[in-house]
Structure formats: C-alpha cells, structure tokens
C-alpha cells in the first residue's frame, strides 16, 4: 500500500526537475497526478511515464501566474478525477540581479511565477479541499529565501514570501483539516543548475557550500514532498523544511546565478 493511495494530487512544474521527479514517486506511491506545466511536451513527457511506469496521470497546460488557468486547474482536476486532496505548488522562476540591475518587468514576473501562484493555488484549491474533509498544500520555497541573498535578489524576496504565505495559510485552514507546508531545497542539480554549474567558480562554490559535499538530487526533494503530502505527516504544519544537505553558508543560489564577485558585477 502506497503513502497516498486514492489521493489526488496536483503537482506544478512537473515537466522538469524537481516537480517531475515529484510527480513521478507521487504516482508510485499511488496518487492519481495532474502533471502541470507552461511547457506542453514536457508535461506530456512526465504524464507519459508515469502512464507507461502503470500509473495514474493526465497533463495540463497552465501558468501558475495566471488567475483563469489556476482556477481551470482545480476545476478540471476535480471534474477528471472526483476531487483535490494534494497541492504541490512548485513551478518556480529566478532571474539574476542586484536591485539596480533587475527591471520592474523582472521583478513583476518572477513575484508573479513564484509568490501569485502560491496565492493562487490555494485559493482555487482550499474550497475543493474542503469538499474531501481536508487535504495537503506543499510549496517549493528554497534556502534563499531564509536568508539575504546577493544576486538573485527578487527570487530571495519571492522565496520569503512563501514561507510566510505558507505560515499565514497553515493558521487559516488548519481548522477545515487543509495543512500547508514550504520545502527549502539548497542547489539541486535540475536542467537549470546543470546550465549555470558549466561555470567552474558557481560549481565550486556550491559544493563548498553543502556539508555533505555534493549537490542535492530532484528525487531527494521528492522524498521530502512525499512525506509532506502523505498522512505520516498529520501534526505538521506552517513549517518551512529544509533539505539542504547540511548547507554551511549563506545560500549560492545568488552566486550561481551571478558567480562574480560583488564588485565585479
Ligand atoms: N534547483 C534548485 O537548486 C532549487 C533550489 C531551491 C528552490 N528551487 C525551486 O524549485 C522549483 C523547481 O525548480 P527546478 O530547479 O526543478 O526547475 P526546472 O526548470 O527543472 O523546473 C521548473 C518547471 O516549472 C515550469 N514553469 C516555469 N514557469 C511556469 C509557469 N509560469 N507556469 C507553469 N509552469 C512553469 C518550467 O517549464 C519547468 O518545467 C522552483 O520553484 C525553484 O525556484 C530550486
């Protein structure tokens, strides 16, 4: 018997990384999945081996950002597969950039990819959450977001905001039996780290940076989301968990994005 056997679950950004990952051992522990992406064949290609793995998926086009997508997501969620029971909202963005270099039209999009989403989900999820007695909202956070990063630093301000969004849900829905918990991943080695860690310095500084010498794999926070999304987690919630492999400094995720020193920026 899987952790989440007849539960439903959406899971946001499941095309790549660490939300494919997620979907994937969602289904092997027997959820039926919404497999959501902005990207079409990469939703597709996760639903479909989870499908051809005998598991339960469809594929669903949104932007996370978007309020009429988001609540067509919940909508169609429930009239495919009877109900919501899991929300994984993990699809995320980051654009590197100190104040003076982010544009407004940075800061907008990577607030609204990272933090409106956030909003959104459980806006539209809660109500059909409530309709099953309860159910789980997990957020993609990330260590950025617990502390002040240089160089990424609307993707920090995002990060935060949903670890406090998270705590601020946690307390409103607790009572209709709905618990919400962030994940804070460190530097997970997913297609757009593997991009960045082409530079030696970010890749040196990374794993300087976690204790246990290595970068952190998508199946890994998998693991964690799992846990979150499953019963074996009943008293938990409002937490921000970190999977960080035993991170020593200041979070490199801004350093990834922007390796060079402050004052060569
Ligand atoms: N990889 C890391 O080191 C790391 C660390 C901390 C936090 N995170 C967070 O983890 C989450 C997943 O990141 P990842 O590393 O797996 O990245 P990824 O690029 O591998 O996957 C993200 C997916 O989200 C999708 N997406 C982007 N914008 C979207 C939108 N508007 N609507 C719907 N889908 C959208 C992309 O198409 C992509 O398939 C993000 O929230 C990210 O900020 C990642």
């Known amino acids: 018997m899987g952790l989440l056997e007849n539960k439903v679950a959406i899971v946001t950004g499941a095309g790549s990384g ?27 290609e996760t639903a479909s081996a989870i499908v051809e793995a005998g ?12 309020e009429g ?4 997501m919940v909508a169609d969620t429930v009239t495919e597969f009877g109900g919501l029971d899991v929300l994984f909202s993990n699809a995320g963005t980051l654009r590197p950039g100190s104040v003076t270099e982010l544009s407004v ?24 959450m409530m309709e099953r007695g309860g159910g789980s909202i997990i957020n993609t956070a990330s260590i950025s977001g617990l502390h002040g990063d240089g160089g990424a630093v609307v993707y920090a301000a995002s990060k935060a ?18 618990r919400v918990n962030a994940i804070c991943p460190g530097t997970i080695e997913t297609p757009p780290v593997q991009r960045m860690m082409q530079d030696p310095v970010a890749l040196e500084v990374n794993l300087a940076a976690h204790s246990i010498g290595r970068l952190g794999r998508p199946e890994e926070i998998a693991n964690a989301a799992v846990w979150l999304a499953s019963d074996q987690s009943s008293f938990v919630t409002g937490e921000a968990l970190v999977v960080d492999g035993g991170l020593r400094s200041r979070s490199p995720l801004g350093r990834l994005a922007d390796p060079r020193p402050v004052h060569k920026r």
């Open 18 to 44: 660490i939300g494919a990952a997620s979907a994937q051992r969602f289904a092997v522990e027997g959820a039926a999945v919404v497999v959501v992406d902005i990207r079409e064949a990469k939703a597709q």
């Open 55 to 66: 598991g339960h998926a469809v594929a669903m086009v949104v932007d996370v950002a978007d």
């Open 69 to 72: 997508d988001m609540r067509r």
């Open 105 to 128: 039209e940075d800061w907008d999009h990577v607030m609204a990819v990272n933090v409106r989403s956030v909003f959104l989900g459980g806006k539209f999820a809660v109500p059909a």
């Open 161 to 178: 905001a949903v670890i406090n969004l998270t705590r601020a849900m946690a307390t409103d829905h607790s009572a209709d039996g709905i």
